[in-house]
Structures are given as C-alpha cells and as structure tokens.
C-alpha cells in the first residue's frame, strides 16, 4: 500500500534516511506555505531522491501567496515532480535544474502561460496540466515530448489537437472542455486508455477509430445521451460511465469480443437489452441507477450470457432489496470490490 508522507522541518538525515528505506512511501509533500531550509532540501536530494527516483516531490495548496520554485535547484534527482493546488508560482524556469524529470504536474491557477514546459526535459513520460484561470493558454509546447505515455489536461482547448502528435501517447484524460470534435486522438497508435469528463457532447461519434482502446470512462459529460460510437470500439475491454442522467441505453455490443467489465453510476439507463448482445460481459456493476426497478434486474436475469458477477444499487430501498435478493438467488451477487 503506497503511503503519502508530510513533510517535518526538524527531520535529521537518520530519519530522512529510514524514510528512503521505507518502501511503502510513494509521495513526500509539503505545505507551499512553508519555508524548507536549504540544508534540508539538499539531504532530501541527496538521500532520498538520489536513490528513490519513484518518490514524488509534491509541493500543494497555497492559495494567499506566490511559491518561489528556486528551490528546485537544489534538487537535481527528483524525478516525479507535483506542484498542485497552488494559485502563483515565480521563478518556474527553475524546473530545468530537473534534468531527470519523468513525471510533472502544473496545477497552478494564475499561471498565464504553459510556458514552463519549455523547461521539462523532452523525454517526460507522464503530464498533468491542471485548469487556469486565463483562457488563453496554448497547448502548442506538447509537441517537444517525444516520449510522453500519459497525459491529463483540464480546461486548455487552444492547439488540443497538437496531442494527436504525440505518438508514443496510451493514456489520456481529458477534462472540462468541448468533447465533441476529438477525432485527432485516432493518430494515436498506442492509446488503450481515454478518460473524458465535465465537458459537453451529445455524443462521442468522433472516437470511432481508436484501434487500440482498452478502457473507456465517461465522468459527468454535460448532454450525453448518445453512446452508440461504442459499438464500433472493438478492443475495448472496460467501459465506466458516472453521472450521465441523459444516457438511456447502450448499443449493441456484439462486436466487442473483449469487453468484460462495465462500471455504471448514477447513469439513466431505461433498459438492460444490451447487456445480452455482449458477448464476453462477466462483470456488470451499476450504482444508484435512478431509473431501473428490480423488475430490470430480474429481466436481466433471465436473458442468456457469460455474466458471472453482478452489483446493483437502485434509488428506493425496496427496489433495491428485491433485486439484491434475486441477484443472490441467481448466485452472481459479489461485493468484494472487484469493480474499482
């Protein structure tokens, strides 16, 4: 189990040492608030991130002042960098002293520019972009990573469709914009994963052509209520859709020989037809699904299928009581999180 660990002004290098050899740590953090002396940021370096390149060196939440990021040279070894929750940062340039950065997260709201990408090396593997209050930002700086698997933007849609660019590119999310016109993403080879959320669409007809996509999820996207592009994936294997009150139904999914898994929450679904067109469907979960009664579920029951597990969540108590009740009789009910 990874462990998030704050940081403490008065550690001596033993304890920061016994901190590196503590496996479990995965993110070391620090109020932007705080002032960290010099003396411990360079033990940090030293003992800590020279030898544990997996730890993340993550700077959060300071919202009444702006963070000086000179310190960072200080700290050449970091390799995963998170600078999060924050509203202004000076001296961003400072992220070049990083010459081994892998991973970094600009989260910083009054940031006016992206141009501190120009300073990450060029063989980053992981970005995450978070929203800002201009609207003017640009995303043109992308196309300098050659090497990049995983990408997170949130609210920048100027030069989106450089990210079509980035070949090497298998996850991507997509956050807080217009998600009508994505079809740049089918000149990416290699993307297995695509998370789209709080934007706007009708429907995601241009995702017809990614001829890799394994996972699929869909999180509070404004007008949905189209998904039959999904019917054209064929590679997918799981499919997660939240908060979609306009989603009445799926399509056919007989040509999705490979997809075992559907995640359902809060999703307006009027009928389960489609669960028996899906040819390799073991695993079903829906949550506070407001519209179905157990009659669905027990419609469900019936219908001929490879489904081997089954969770349900309906609005009204009895509703939810009754379907429990003839899920557990049909013996697919299991709760054991097998869903997440």
Same mark, same amino acid.
């Given at each position: ?5 704050e940081?403490k ?17 995965s ?5 932007a ?5 010099p ?10 991130f ?6 993340t ?11 000086d990021?000179s ?15 924050l509203t202004?940062?000076?001296n ?12 970094f ?6 940031a006016?520019?992206?141009d501190?990408?120009?300073a990450?090396?060029t063989?980053?593997?992981r970005?995450r ?9 640009? &995303?043109? #700086? =992308?196309?300098?990573?050659? /090497? !990049?698997?995983? $990408? ?6 100027r030069?989106l469709? @450089?990210?079509?660019?980035l070949?090497t590119?298998?996850?991507v999310?997509l956050?807080?914009?217009?998600l009508?016109?994505l079809?740049?993403?089918r ?9 789209l959320?709080f934007?706007?669409a009708?429907?995601?007809?241009t &995702?017809a #052509? =990614?001829?890799?996509?394994r /996972? !699929?999820a869909? $999180?509070?996207?404004?007008d949905?209520?189209d998904?039959?592009v @999904?019917?054209?994936?064929e ?23 490979d997809?075992e898994l ?14 028996a ?7 079903l979960?829906?949550?506070q699904?407001?519209?179905?009664a ?5 419609s ?6 490879p489904?081997r597990r089954?969770m ?5 108590a009895?509703?939810?009581?009754l379907a ?5 009789e049909?013996?697919?009910w299991?709760?054991g999180?097998?869903?997440?």
């Amino acid at each position: 189990m990874s462990e998030r660990i704050e940081l403490k002004l008065d550690w001596t290098r033993e304890q920061v040492r016994q901190l590196a050899a503590n496996g479990e740590v995965s993110i070391l953090q620090f109020a932007a608030a705080q002032e960290v002396p010099p003396s411990l940021l360079e033990i940090l370096n030293e003992d800590i991130f020279r030898h544990r390149p997996d730890i993340t060196w993550r700077m959060y939440g300071s919202y009444a002042r702006v963070c000086d990021l000179s310190y960072l040279r200080l700290m050449p070894h970091v390799e995963r960098l998170s600078l999060d929750c924050l509203t202004r940062v000076s001296n961003a340039h400072a992220v070049e002293a990083l010459p081994k950065l892998k991973e970094f997260v600009f989260d910083v709201y009054e940031a006016d520019s992206l141009d501190v990408l120009n300073a990450v090396p060029t063989d980053l593997q992981r970005l995450r972009i978070g929203k800002t209050k201009t609207k003017k930002t640009d &995303l043109f #700086g =992308l196309e300098r990573f050659s /090497h !990049l698997r995983q $990408l997170v933007v949130a609210g920048h849609t100027r030069g989106l469709e @450089v990210i079509g660019k980035l070949s090497t590119l298998n996850e991507v999310s997509l956050m807080g914009m217009p998600l009508s016109n994505l079809v740049f993403l089918r000149h990416l080879p290699h993307l297995h994963t695509l998370q789209l959320g709080f934007g706007s669409a009708q429907n995601l007809d241009t &995702l017809a #052509g =990614l001829n890799a996509l394994r /996972h !699929l999820a869909l $999180l509070r996207i404004k007008d949905l209520s189209d998904l039959s592009v @999904v019917s054209q994936l064929e590679t997918l294997q799981r499919l997660t859709a939240q908060d979609q009150p306009h989603l009445a139904s799926l399509p056919s999914l007989a040509a999705l020989n490979d997809l075992e898994l559907i995640v359902l929450n809060n999703v307006g679904l009027k009928d389960l037809r489609w669960v028996a067109s899906a040819p390799a469907l073991e695993s079903l979960a829906m949550f506070q699904m407001p519209t179905l009664a157990h009659g669905d579920i027990q419609s469900l029951l019936r219908q001929p299928g490879p489904l081997r597990r089954l969770m349900v969540g309906l609005k009204s108590a009895r509703e939810h009581r009754l379907a429990r009740q003839a899920i557990e009789e049909s013996g697919l009910w299991d709760d054991g999180g097998w869903w997440r």
